[in-house]
């Protein structure tokens, strides 16, 4: 979608650059079936991190809140990175996995419908 400024010439900031997070990237995860979190959630990541340390640190801070995620059976997530299937080493860094910054991740957690199955 195009945006007009108000006033002519405008040139705007751009704030979310690579170069503004240092050693760490911007990474954006979503929940499917679990619409209690409208839309993906945006961190502040280390490339350097693990998935293992992502879901312990990031992931656990912005969605154990839902019910589902207690339940959940790391094994057999599935998860989309950039709207392609990311085969999960729990091991590898997100560097090695494929994650640059502003990166879109997606996990499915097969059983977990969301809130009363209703996908809340």
């Known amino acids: 979608m195009s945006v007009i400024a108000i006033r002519p010439n405008y040139q705007g900031t751009v704030r979310?650059?690579?170069?503004?997070?240092?050693?760490?990237?911007?990474?954006?995860?979503?929940?499917?079936?679990?619409?209690?979190f409208c839309s993906a959630k945006a961190f502040v990541v280390s490339p350097q991190a693990t998935l293992a340390e992502l879901i312990a640190t990031a992931l656990t801070a912005g969605f154990a809140q839902h019910p589902d995620f207690a339940h959940i059976d790391w094994a057999t997530v599935t998860w989309t990175l950039n709207g392609e299937r990311l085969n999960a080493d729990m091991t590898q860094t997100l560097t090695e996995l494929g994650f640059d910054h502003k990166s879109l991740l997606r996990f499915v957690t097969p059983g977990l419908n969301g809130f009363q199955n209703l996908g809340i």
């Open 16 to 36: 979310d650059l690579q170069a503004n997070y240092g050693d760490h990237m911007l990474l954006y995860v979503g929940w499917d079936k679990h619409q209690l």
